[in-house]
């Protein structure tokens, strides 16, 4: 069984009265503890077995919702062999997003000048714009896994509660979402990890070969995972940045926990490079290759990105907490001299 968006998420036309995009989840209970999964490319297919040489029997497009009964470990892709059982066949995973549909309580207040993370904890929310001309008008779409910046609360074009949301890459105005889509994130959850351990001590490597990371505290690991890094193709238009990883020894620069990547286009299309709400972020380059949490694909193991290292979110957020330099709970972002990091063939 599947769920389209058009089932899931019904928008309002926009009337001459400038009613808005409402969103409306079609889920009655606000708790629904099964397994979906959200497809975050144009289409993927379903075979009839575990294989990709099997046959076709059913398609869904980018956005739609599958439920998702039972994984089992096939013979390929050997980097990632994991598929999902789902009705009347079999679906890869590097395309699936594991999604849960998750409600919450509003806060009651944000302080003036105060900021929150917030985390988005529905397979996706529509983000409304709002002026005086236009009323209100659509933005982004914000997904589940996201980390956003919440700065205020107001009351949204259906008489609830809408999160005013910070982003450091637009100029005012912001955006807003549905409170009880984004669950605030309290600052013991991104507390620094081992912060006692000194700062030689502590080394990340990346081995673009075998698509590993491991991080030591002097010669011990405390994580080793699979990511995925850049492209290698590295055929990029003037002025862009490559996309192969680069090679060699490095320091991570910066830490932000929200980070906008893209150039804030508010007319790009849905396969633009348009990413706001990329969690945990820690740049080791000046030109912005990174480590960051990942939710547009299940695909670690095989290189996947414009240059960064992808990382499984709760690994990102991990990395983020251990790595120096330490970051401050309220910070956009911190900079510094910070843990060491050598990236290798």
Same mark, same amino acid.
């Given at each position: 069984?599947?769920?389209?968006?058009?089932?899931?998420?019904?928008?309002?036309?926009?009337?001459?009265?400038?009613?808005?995009?409402? !969103?409306?989840?079609?889920?009655?209970?606000?708790?629904?503890?099964?397994?979906?999964?959200?497809?975050?490319?144009?289409?993927?297919?379903?075979?009839?077995?575990?294989?990709?040489?099997?046959?076709?029997?059913?398609?869904?497009?980018?956005?739609?919702?599958?439920?998702?009964?039972?994984?089992?470990?096939?013979?390929?892709?050997?980097?990632?062999?994991?598929?999902?059982?789902?009705?009347?066949?079999?679906?890869?995973?590097?395309?699936?997003?594991?999604?849960?549909?998750?409600?919450?309580?509003?806060?009651?207040?944000?302080?003036?000048?105060?900021?929150?993370?917030?985390?988005?904890?529905?397979?996706?929310?529509?983000?409304?714009?709002?002026?005086?001309?236009?009323?209100?008008?659509?933005?982004?779409?914000?997904?589940?896994?996201?980390?956003?910046?919440?700065?205020?609360?107001?009351?949204?074009?259906?008489?609830?509660?809408?999160?005013?949301?910070?982003?450091?890459?637009?100029?005012?105005? !912001?955006?807003?979402? #549905?409170?009880?889509?984004?669950?605030?994130?309290?600052?013991?959850?991104?507390?620094?990890?081992?912060?006692?351990?000194?700062?030689?001590? *502590?080394?990340?490597?990346?081995?673009?070969?075998?698509?590993?990371?491991?991080?030591?505290?002097?010669? *011990?690991?405390?994580?080793?995972?699979?990511?995925?890094?850049?492209? !290698?193709?590295?055929?990029?238009?003037?002025?862009?940045?490559?996309?192969?990883? #680069?090679?060699?020894?490095?320091?991570?620069?910066? *830490?932000?926990?929200?980070?906008?990547?893209?150039?804030?286009?508010?007319?790009?299309?849905?396969?633009?490079?348009?990413?706001?709400?990329?969690?945990?972020?820690?740049?080791?380059?000046?030109?912005?290759?990174?480590?960051?949490?990942?939710?547009?694909?299940?695909?670690?193991?095989?290189?996947?990105?414009?240059?960064?290292?992808?990382?499984?979110?709760?690994?990102?957020?991990?990395?983020?907490?251990?790595?120096?330099?330490?970051?401050?709970?309220?910070?956009?972002?911190?900079?510094?001299?910070?843990?060491?990091?050598?990236?290798?063939?």
């Amino acid at each position: 069984m599947s769920i389209s968006r058009r089932d899931v998420l019904k928008l309002a036309l926009l009337s001459l009265g400038g009613m808005a995009f409402l !969103p409306t989840w079609g889920w009655e209970d606000p708790f629904d503890d099964a397994e979906w999964g959200r497809v975050t490319i144009a289409s993927v297919s379903a075979y009839r077995e575990p294989s990709d040489k099997s046959p076709i029997v059913a398609t869904w497009y980018r956005d739609d919702l599958i439920r998702l009964y039972d994984q089992v470990v096939a013979e390929s892709p050997a980097h990632n062999p994991i598929w999902y059982r789902v009705w009347g066949g079999y679906v890869h995973r590097a395309r699936i997003q594991r999604v849960r549909i998750r409600y919450q309580e509003p806060l009651s207040s944000i302080p003036e000048g105060q900021r929150y993370l917030a985390e988005v904890t529905v397979p996706y929310t529509n983000a409304l714009g709002y002026n005086a001309l236009q009323g209100w008008f659509p933005r982004y779409r914000l997904y589940y896994g996201s980390v956003h910046w919440i700065e205020g609360i107001e009351q949204g074009p259906d008489g609830e509660a809408w999160y005013r949301i910070y982003d450091e890459l637009l100029e005012r105005p !912001p955006y807003f979402v #549905p409170a009880r889509h984004l669950r605030p994130i309290f600052p013991e959850e991104y507390a620094p990890i081992s912060p006692e351990v000194p700062w030689e001590a *502590k080394r990340i490597e990346v081995n673009l070969t075998t698509q590993t990371l491991t991080a030591y505290e002097n010669d *011990k690991v405390v994580l080793e995972t699979k990511i995925a890094s850049g492209i !290698p193709s590295g055929r990029r238009r003037r002025g862009e940045i490559p996309t192969r990883t #680069p090679t060699g020894d490095f320091n991570i620069l910066e *830490k932000t926990p929200s980070k906008h990547m893209g150039n804030g286009n508010l007319a790009a299309d849905i396969d633009d490079y348009e990413l706001p709400g990329v969690p945990w972020t820690c740049f080791f380059t000046e030109k912005g290759h990174a480590f960051h949490g990942t939710y547009w694909h299940d695909n670690f193991g095989t290189p996947m990105s414009h240059g960064c290292i992808n990382m499984r979110t709760e690994e990102a957020l991990w990395l983020f907490r251990w790595a120096r330099p330490i970051h401050q709970a309220d910070a956009i972002y911190n900079r510094g001299y910070g843990t060491r990091v050598k990236v290798v063939y």
